[in-house]
């Protein structure tokens, strides 16, 4: 496997990380949190969108589709799930029809500034996120799912 693909995969993993710090033990009543434009169910719907819209660019037939949101533990659900269907695509031989560059510098990196939206979210919401050195996290290639390995540096 070619190194920009590779640090795609690295990226994809580093979001699905992210992610999870930000959403685990996140009250109920966080996904309609109001007042800053869209609520985080809102926003995490707009995360998969641009996963999904990733995902068919890499595959040759891009295409752009704004979902309508469902319920908090449906949109968790649907954001693992399409960060594991692109980091399959990525794990795989097949053209990437879209370059690295492009897909890092548009949705994957839109996908994180979202991350940080949504941590930032959850301090005017009440429910602070525990922050962690990343540099040290136990952040794996292929591991996108919202089981995720715990923090190896937490700030206290």
Known sequence: MDEKRELLRHTVASLAYRAVRTLED???????????????????????????????????????????????????????????????????????YSSAESLFQGPIADALTHVGQLATIRRLAGSRTRGENFFVADIRVGQVGSEQPPAVQPFR
């Open 26 to 96: 996140a009250p109920a009543e966080f996904a309609e949190f109001d007042g800053i434009g869209r609520t985080p169910v809102q926003i995490l719907g707009h995360m998969s969108d641009l996963l999904e819209w990733a995902l068919s660019a890499v595959q040759g037939n891009e295409r752009w589709h704004t979902s309508k949101s469902h319920s908090w533990v449906i949109e968790q659900q649907r954001f693992f799930h399409c960060l594991h269907a692109l980091d399959a695509y990525l794990a795989t031989d097949e053209p990437l």
